[in-house]
């Protein structure tokens, strides 16, 4: 027998399995969210109107401020501002929050970046076919855009997974903070969080390799 | 709830030392990840099989796990087997070892994308291999490298705030410390945030007026 198998009793097993499935949740709520929220952004920012001016500058600073704090600061800020207005959170709640706010911040600007790779002829076409600005989106450029956005946001979602490690810094009982615990009640360290890694890894790695596939076979088209 | 920040801004010098904490263990970080991602490049590039194959491993391993779990490693895993890093090492190698492999990904895409064509032309106009190196290769290279280098750069910027998890008095260490003193961790944290937006904020203004009147990247600023 490994000594592993030796090392981990059946209720350490269920720690980490739990831990494993509560960073696996975190990252994919968190995500899909972040995608939805960013997606959104993206297509508000994607207009020209001059009244939707304030609401477009408030985006970009929104998306260009939240990529550059670091995600621990954005977690002890929700963390605290959330308990200085007693809001009853909890800490995985306050975890999801925090990954909601970056995921919309990165997955945003990939969607916009999505958007913009359309070629402008495109836009220009459907505005010569006289189709409103939503019509276009609809029709013309979101068809045409998923292909380049969908790639990058798996390499997202991978990053996203390798954030919540910091969630066990709240006290959320992920994955790293499992490895606390059992690292805490006197097993090798050196084994538990040697564990911790192949588990991250084993829930990153698919992932990684499904966006490259996306990526190699999505990229073969051209927008023109 | 009102928010005071004076008691938090007072300290400045205090957080702006720790600010040059971070920024150096980024620079460190980010300048021994060059050597070691330049080294994974070249034997992917040039190595043979067996090595090819551990440097693939070591690369898709590093960027497929937290940097945080690993520096855990280091830290708290280490010491069973009789080496004792202080909390500073344990980040700095942690940070190395993860920026290693995702400059050498930079790097690898970076030597890729020199045509072939344009080293032959070189060679038939008589440039020695230094020559091409140096006026071929490595013009073009940092045209195309430089970008997602100073992106990088950011991202560990950003990553050196969990130093503070070890103990290391960085800028969010800091700022942890002055919020459990004054009891104003909001508005500490707050501060933290603008903190590192202006100083990411000036890294990537800095880097792209080098990157484009140096190396002629093509980066719009901001």
């Known amino acids: 027998m490994s000594p592993a198998a030796h090392a981990f009793s059946s209720y350490d097993v269920l720690l980490l399995l739990k831990g494993f499935l509560t960073t696996f949740a975190l990252a994919l709520i968190g995500c899909l969210t972040g995608f939805a929220l960013g997606f959104v952004a993206a297509l508000l920012r994607s207009t020209r109107s001059p009244e939707m001016a304030p609401l477009r500058a408030a985006l970009a600073a929104y998306a260009l401020a939240f990529r550059r704090i670091p995600f621990l600061v954005t977690l002890m800020l929700v963390f605290f501002a959330s308990q200085a207005m007693n809001a009853n959170l909890s800490t995985f709640t306050v975890a999801l929050v925090s990954i909601c706010l970056i995921a919309a911040a990165y997955l945003s600007e990939i969607a916009r970046g999505g958007l913009e790779s359309v070629h402008r002829n495109q836009w220009q076409a459907a505005r010569a076919l006289n189709f409103s600005h939503w019509q276009t989106l609809r029709y013309v450029v979101v068809p045409q855009a998923w292909r380049v956005i969908v790639p990058p946001t798996f390499g997202f979602f991978v990053m996203f997974i390798k954030d919540t490690a910091l969630a066990s810094q709240i006290g959320v009982m992920e994955l790293t903070s499992a490895g606390k615990v059992l690292g805490n009640k006197g097993l090798p360290e050196a084994l538990v969080y040697g564990t911790i890694l192949m588990l991250y890894f084993l829930l990153s790695y698919p992932l990684s390799r499904l966006g490259k596939h996306l990526e190699h076979r999505l990229a073969a088209a051209g927008n023109r | ?222």
């Open chain 2, 1 to 222: 709830m009102t928010l005071q920040f004076g008691p938090i801004l007072e300290q400045w010098p205090y957080l702006l030392g720790g600010a040059w904490l971070s920024l150096q263990i980024a620079v460190l970080a980010f300048a021994c990840g060059m050597l070691i991602g330049l080294l994974c490049a070249s034997i992917l590039q040039y190595g043979p099989s067996s090595m090819r194959r551990i440097v693939g491993a070591y690369v898709t391993f590093a960027t497929n796990t937290p940097q945080l779990v690993q520096i855990f490693f280091l830290f708290y895993g280490l010491p069973e087997v009789g080496v004792t890093l202080s909390p500073f090492t344990a980040v700095l190698m942690g940070a190395t070892f993860n920026a290693g492999a995702y400059l050498c990904e930079i790097q690898r895409s970076g030597f890729a994308s020199v045509k072939h064509a344009e080293l032959e032309s070189a060679a038939v106009l008589g440039f020695s291999r230094m020559q091409i190196i140096r006026h071929v290769t490595f013009p073009h290279v940092m045209k195309v490298m430089f970008p997602p280098l100073s992106n990088q750069f950011i991202v560990m910027t950003l990553g050196t705030s969990m130093a503070s998890i070890f103990g290391v008095e960085e800028l969010t260490g800091r700022i942890d410390n002055l919020g459990a003193e004054t009891y104003l961790s909001v508005e500490a944290f707050l501060v933290a945030a603008v903190l590192y937006i202006a100083i990411t904020l000036l890294a990537t203004w800095l880097l792209t007026l080098y990157g484009r009147s140096v190396c002629r990247a093509r980066m719009d600023i901001l």
